[in-house]
């Protein structure tokens, strides 16, 4: 089936502007996470969805960021006051989340290259 | 908390040699997961293996080997003969096991492997 997909893959933004990243999940994954990956890093966790429920938001770098997923499906990733230090890809990633205990394997969309100016 | 380490930034190997990326990590946690990702130019992360803290059975799949060691808190991934596709960077994950639902994962810096013709 369909893998995760992400959209827009590119985004250029201008300082102080908003913008606002969509993440569609493979169909009938319950659990939902969001990355960032800074250039030569690693992914970084930002937030976690389990249907509709966030159910952690630790990640998430200031109160600029903001992620809902209010059918369960579906995800955006807002940013406010966009930052040159935003600059970065940002991971979407889905996983069944249905057996307890079990920690399965979350597949990741291509990505949104977001470029602050 | 946890880490994960990869000491190799970058490999070049040339073609048909076997290369060995290594992973060490580090938790508290008594049952984890390990997991491998591929990160190819096109950025996307496309999953490799999972493995959870009690099965220490060293796995193969074709071209590739893990070799998992809890004494030592490595999970290394090796790949024999290889080609100039498998050019990519390469992360090791880890996660606590959930007690519902899933966990994020924690990633290291990644090593980039460049198979050279």
């Known amino acids: 089936g369909a893998g995760v997909s992400q959209s827009p893959r590119y985004k250029v933004a201008k300082r102080g502007q908003d913008v606002a990243l969509r993440c569609d999940p493979i169909s009938g994954h319950v659990s939902l996470f969001w990355y960032q990956q800074a250039l030569g890093q690693g992914p970084e966790f930002l937030t976690y969805?389990?249907?509709?429920?966030?159910?952690?938001k630790s990640g998430l770098p200031s109160d600029r960021f903001f992620a809902e997923r209010p059918e369960g499906s579906v995800s955006t990733l807002k940013i406010q006051r966009t930052q040159q230090e935003d600059s970065a890809v940002y991971l979407c990633a889905s996983s069944l989340g249905l057996y307890r205990g079990v920690q399965e394997t979350q597949y990741f969309g291509p990505g949104t290259r977001l470029l602050v100016l | 908390a946890q880490k994960v380490t990869q000491a190799q930034t970058e490999i070049s190997v040339v073609e048909k040699e076997d290369v060995t990326l290594d992973c060490v990590y580090e938790?508290?946690?008594?049952?984890?997961?390990l997991f491998w990702y591929k990160q190819p130019p096109s950025g996307e992360l496309v999953f490799l293996i999972r493995r959870n803290s009690f099965d220490e059975q060293n796995e193969i799949s074709g071209r590739y080997s893990w070799n998992f060691q809890k004494s030592t808190s490595s999970f290394n991934f090796t790949i024999t003969a290889s080609q100039v596709v498998d050019s990519a960077v390469y992360f090791c994950a880890l996660s606590e096991a959930p007690d519902s639902g899933n966990t994020p994962l924690v990633f290291g810096k990644g090593t980039r492997l460049s198979v050279i013709a």
């Open positions: 938790t508290r946690d008594t049952t984890y997961y």
């Open positions: 969805f389990q249907n509709e429920a966030q159910l952690d």
